[in-house]
């Protein structure tokens, strides 16, 4: 129960560094929607041919979510962890 605690602490944490990110920007929204296309991007990807280096992530609401927001880290977190 205790790690479930920390692991939504992380992910609240990620999420208000990402808004604090994103509201610094000169063109907000643009960067927004870059950061989104990359992250959606490095999933479908990794979904589709990451077998063969055993790093298949599987596409779930939450994994679309969070690479959606918080975009390439999210999903290099995805892998760290699926190696872990």
């Known amino acids: 129960m205790q790690t479930d ?35 959606m ?9 990451g077998g063969t280096i055993g790093a298949e992530i599987p596409l779930n609401i939450f994994n679309v979510g969070g690479s959606a927001f918080l975009g390439v880290p999210f999903v290099a977190g995805l892998v760290i962890l699926k190696f872990l």
């Open 5 to 39: 605690l920390i692991f939504w602490l992380i992910c609240g944490v990620a999420v208000v560094v990402m808004l604090i990110y994103y509201s610094r920007r000169e063109r907000k929204f643009l960067s927004f929607i870059f950061g989104a296309f990359t992250g």
């Open 41 to 49: 991007t490095a999933l479908f990807i990794l979904n589709r041919y």
